[in-house]
């Protein structure tokens, strides 16, 4: 099983437009504005959709989620390919909501409850880790195939329609799962049984401090980093003009190139940052040692952003945004395995749909508001906002370890 969770995750990254998916808004004439707000609205979409996804995961079957979460995704690959105006993305976001929000922390699920099977949870941190390296090595190919597809192409929007295939074949690994990683509460409840599992759950979550904090880092950590990290692209954008080579190249060729490679880097580094985090724990004592450090280095991360972006020093904030990439990277596992720690067996999808949720309120919130920033400020506020929010988790978390040690 954890060839096919490995294969789940390879092809699920075969996201060809994803170098370059704010190269496509700009290109359509958005404003960073107007892209938040597509960000937003899909956030929203997937706030609404999240919760009842994870509890109707565990009580009407995982597989099932899975597959719609796949469907949807193809139905939006659709809609962004062909699509031409603003209005139109709007509707293929809604789509992209609906397979994320049937994704995460479904699958996660499915993981921990094989690894609870074969009464291996202990090494859950170092699986989900090893699983997420694959990911990342399905990342690192699809920035290469992108760049081919540019190339021959000659556009932007037409890599959607590439993604299909290898979702179609995600579709049928996922449904081909063994029947006993379905939800623990599996057994025809209605949908008024599925909605009251959900409000407890989220009830629990509100009012259990473990599970609240949690949510209160996911939300300061994994939010914002998945609102700024696209804004890398512009950044290279502006310095392949600065580069002889690849400003010389016809159309968008140039821009495709640089922003394949260094997303291809950003993918190699992942996989290492993703299976070695149970290392970084082990190192400092506990997981929440290694949080405590992770949030001081993205804190250095983001103000060190400041100074470069106003100096136009771009090669510096590229480098930036690949360490910043590398943290998150060595976040990831290790938040999902604290999460799974504090959560009810028989919940765990829920509580894990939970903690995507909170990443989602955060990106709806903070998508829009860093568009205008960027609009009327300049990029330097990328590294402002984000260096903030970073102080101010980092302060919450020192009382907070001080209390546990």
Known sequence: ????????????????????????????????????????????????????????????????????????????????????SFHLLFLAMFFFAIGDAFRTGTHKAMIFKWLENQGRLSEKTMIYGITRSWSKTGTALSSIIAVALVWKTGTFSTVFFFCIPPYLINLVNLITYPGDLEGEERGGKSLPDSIAMMKS????????????NLMVETMGFQGVHKVTGDYIQPVIKTMVISIP?????????????????????????????????????????????????????????????????????????????????????LWRPMQVSRFDRVSPGKRRATVLSIESQAKSISAMIYAPVLGLMVDNLGLWTLGASGAVIALIVIIMRRREFQTIH
């Open 201 to 212: 759950s989220v009830v629990e979550a509100v009012k259990f401090k473990p599970l609240r």
């Open 1 to 84: 099983m954890l060839r096919r969770f490995s294969l789940y995750g390879f092809l699920k990254n075969q996201k060809y437009y994803e170098p370059f998916i704010l190269l496509v808004f700009l290109e359509k004439g958005l404003s960073f504005f107007q892209i938040g707000l597509l960000i937003a609205f899909r956030e929203l979409a997937v706030t609404v959709m999240e919760i009842p996804s994870g509890a109707l995961a565990d009580s009407h079957g995982r597989r099932l989620c899975m597959a719609g979460s796949m469907a949807g995704y193809i139905v939006s690959f659709v809609v962004f390919g062909f699509s031409s």
């Open 245 to 329: 080579l690849l400003a010389g190249l016809q159309g968008d060729r140039g821009s495709a190139t640089l922003t394949g490679a260094i997303y291809f880097v950003l993918a190699i580094l992942g996989i290492f940052g993703s299976r070695f985090s149970h290392r970084l724990v082990t190192r400092a004592g506990d997981e929440s040692g290694s949080a405590l450090i992770l949030w001081r280095a993205n804190f250095l991360s983001y103000a060190a952003l400041i100074p470069m972006l106003l100096a136009g020093w771009y090669i510096g904030a590229v480098i930036v945004f690949i360490l910043l990439e590398l943290i998150q990277n």
